[in-house]
């Protein structure tokens, strides 16, 4: 009885022996197959989160350039500013994304859209000619950057403090015309010119500026100045005519009012045989016969590395002003020809060379 008892139990154990190794392979196949499982498929989604997460932190910056009307010095200051964004790395479609608005030299619409940039909290904003600037800076109330962009007199249009240390939310280029060096141009090709008309529209400070300014100049090399004066586009007929009767040769500074009635300007002066001489290249192309002037995309470019640099973190209160005068020459040898104007080897020389000609 009692060797039947110990037989029973022994056979019981290993039967729980067998089911408890049988269990122990199970598990051990289990766990065999999900770390298989996580290998060749955990790893491909961790991967593929790191990546989409990585895209996810790629931040993209809005900026809202403004621009007073279309005219094209204006238009190739834009299209350097979009050039020295680009040269800082910032892309538009990958990390950029511009908010472009044009007012049409309509006061209202600057004000406008120089609030709309400020609702929709833009990283920066960028101010093409001096009212589109001022119009950013009252809108911006001295929070969002906003970088100037070839702007005559920024200290005396009220925009900084001070060229060396703008003290607020603002810096950026000035693009003031290299003005003696202009006259000496014109002394080089008409030298025996001694009235010299300037035009210019009061409401424009850069054009009032820059057009006192050289009134100065050309009045101490002996010139006799003569200065006219447009409110709008629609006056410069009248004025053109008036003037042509009056000087033997004209100036027109970097002034955005007369730069769109420039075609009006230059086709009472050709009938009167009276050469017109631009502050921007920009006008030579369109009928004018020469200038050394800033070049205006280049201009518009370093606007857009400071605009760069500023959204990486550069302050605008201790970012010095830029300023560019070093001009280029620029002849049309077609307008030249029809006023009988012979222009001297070494301004074509150095168009050729240096700058550009127009035919």
């Known amino acids: 009885m009692l060797a039947d008892l110990r037989a029973f139990f022994i056979q019981l154990k290993r039967e729980r022996g067998n089911q408890f190794m049988k269990r122990m392979y199970g598990l051990i196949v289990l766990l065999a197959g999900f770390l298989i499982f996580a290998f060749f498929y955990g790893g491909s989604s961790s991967e593929k989160t790191d990546a989409s997460t990585k895209s996810k932190t790629i931040k993209t910056y809005k900026v809202g350039i403004l621009q007073l009307m279309t005219q094209p010095a204006l238009d190739q ?59 950013l800076a009252k809108a911006a109330n001295g929070k969002t950057p906003v970088i100037l962009a070839g702007i005559t007199d920024p200290v005396g249009g ?39 008309g300037i035009i210019y529209t009061t409401s424009d400070h850069g054009g009032t500026y820059n057009a006192k300014k050289m009134q100065k100049i050309a009045a101490a090399a002996g010139y006799t100045v003569k200065m006219y004066t447009i409110s709008s586009t629609n006056d410069m007929q009248t004025v053109a005519e008036k003037m042509a009767s009056e000087v033997q040769v004209v100036y027109a500074p970097q002034d955005n009012d007369v730069a769109s009635a ?11 045989k009276v050469p017109v001489f631009p ?81």
């Open 77 to 135: 200051i834009h299209k350097g500013i979009v050039a020295g964004l680009k040269a800082e790395g910032f892309k538009v479609g990958t990390n950029l994304k511009i908010d472009y608005q044009n007012a049409q030299g309509d006061q209202s619409n600057l004000q406008t859209m120089s609030s709309k940039f400020a609702n929709e909290n833009d990283d920066l904003t960028v101010g093409i000619a001096t009212p589109a600037a001022q119009a």
């Open 158 to 196: 009220g925009l900084i403090k001070s060229n060396a240390v703008p003290g607020g939310n603002i810096t950026g280029t000035s693009g003031e015309s290299p003005l003696k060096s202009q006259l000496n141009l014109i002394k080089k090709i008409l030298p025996k010119a001694k009235t010299l």
């Open 262 to 272: 420039m075609k009006t300007l230059v086709s009472v002066t050709n009938k009167a």
């Open 279 to 359: 502050a921007v290249d920009t006008m030579v192309k369109d009928g004018r016969v020469a200038t050394l002037s800033v070049n205006q995309f280049n201009l518009g470019k370093t606007s857009g590395v400071i605009a760069g640099k500023v959204l990486k973190g550069k302050k605008t209160s201790t970012y010095p002003l830029t300023f560019i005068t070093k001009g280029e020459m620029t002849v049309n040898t077609t307008e030249a020809k029809l006023l009988g104007i012979k222009l001297p080897a070494s301004v074509l020389h150095e168009a050729k060379t240096k700058g550009e000609i127009f035919k």
